[in-house]
């Protein structure tokens, strides 16, 4: 089996491939990783091509965009090579067999309200995310903002994007608090967004809070620094764990084992208890 994610280094996939590979050994299967060296769809599909020609028995894979990777994954499943999504999804579900996710529109509203709580409801509001087309960070958008619009207190001032990267990220961050003497709070949508907001938030010198998705190296460090107040964290690794397991169960002819969709649920990291045996088994591993 193959897994190709968004990268082949960020901690959040490297995280999900271990899962991937625990279950693999215990199964007795084998479980190839593969990944571009950035978050990029144009280098990722050359990869999926690959593997399609070399015939493994089940894929998994993390799209880099939502409509781009139809045609490939679709490919796919024409050469008989059964598909799941992970994390990401495609817009066009017909080309998988099932998708294991954050439920990320809940994580986005989770991310309101644990900044509005943040604020004490009052104060204005910008979300950093990066461009649009990727299923999870647009989906985290959307909750955010229908939540955090039922605080009349707060005013959303809108997103600013970047190409996912923690200085592009940095840099739109700090022309937002430029532009905007009152913005006291900060929603990242993943990990580069996180370790940006947080970098700018330190040089600005203001008290900004920040809730961000995701919980790698940076992120935490931050978190315990007191520049990042709040982390969603997702179960990378039951992520490679599970659609290991599932994948299996499939090939040995249970049809049913992948279901169209699986929602994980998450972990809030706080300063005060990311070193907690309940959080800290989530944290996202470098290496």
Do not use: C
């Not at 005013?155 to 003497?181: C, E, Q």
């Amino acid at each position: 089996m193959t897994l190709i994610t968004g990268d082949n280094h960020d901690p959040f996939f490297v995280s999900m491939n271990a899962g991937a590979q625990a279950a693999a050994q215990e199964l007795g299967v084998t479980v190839d990783w593969q990944g571009p060296q950035q978050y990029d769809s144009t280098l990722q599909i050359p990869i999926v091509s690959a593997v399609a020609a070399a015939q493994p028995d089940f894929v998994f894979i993390s799209p880099t965009d939502g409509q781009a990777l139809i045609a490939p994954l679709k490919a796919l499943g024409e050469a008989g090579i059964p598909v799941m999504t992970l994390d990401s999804d495609v817009n066009d579900t017909s080309a998988r067999l099932g998708n294991i996710t954050s439920d990320n529109l809940l994580g986005g509203k989770q991310a309101a309200d644990a900044l509005a709580k943040l604020l004490g409801e009052k104060g204005e509001v910008a979300v950093l995310n990066e461009q649009p087309g990727v299923t999870t960070t647009d989906l985290r958008q959307q909750g955010f903002e229908q939540q955090i619009a039922t605080y009349p207190g707060i005013k959303y001032l809108g997103v600013g994007r970047d190409k996912d990267d923690v200085n592009g990220a940095a840099a739109t961050a700090s022309a937002l608090l430029a532009k905007n003497p009152d913005l006291n709070g900060f929603f990242a949508t993943d990990t580069a967004n996180g370790a940006g907001a947080a970098n700018a938030v330190q040089t600005s010198g203001r008290d900004v809070k920040v809730v961000a998705f995701d919980a790698e190296p940076e992120e935490v460090t931050a978190l315990k620094l007191g520049h990042i107040q709040t982390l969603i964290v997702q179960k990378a690794y039951d992520f490679g764990q599970l659609a290991v397991r599932n994948a299996v169960a499939y090939l040995n002819g249970d049809k049913l084992a992948i279901p169209p969709e699986i929602l994980e649920s998450y972990v809030i990291a706080t300063k005060e208890n990311v070193d907690s045996p309940e959080v800290k088994q989530y944290l996202y591993q470098a290496q």
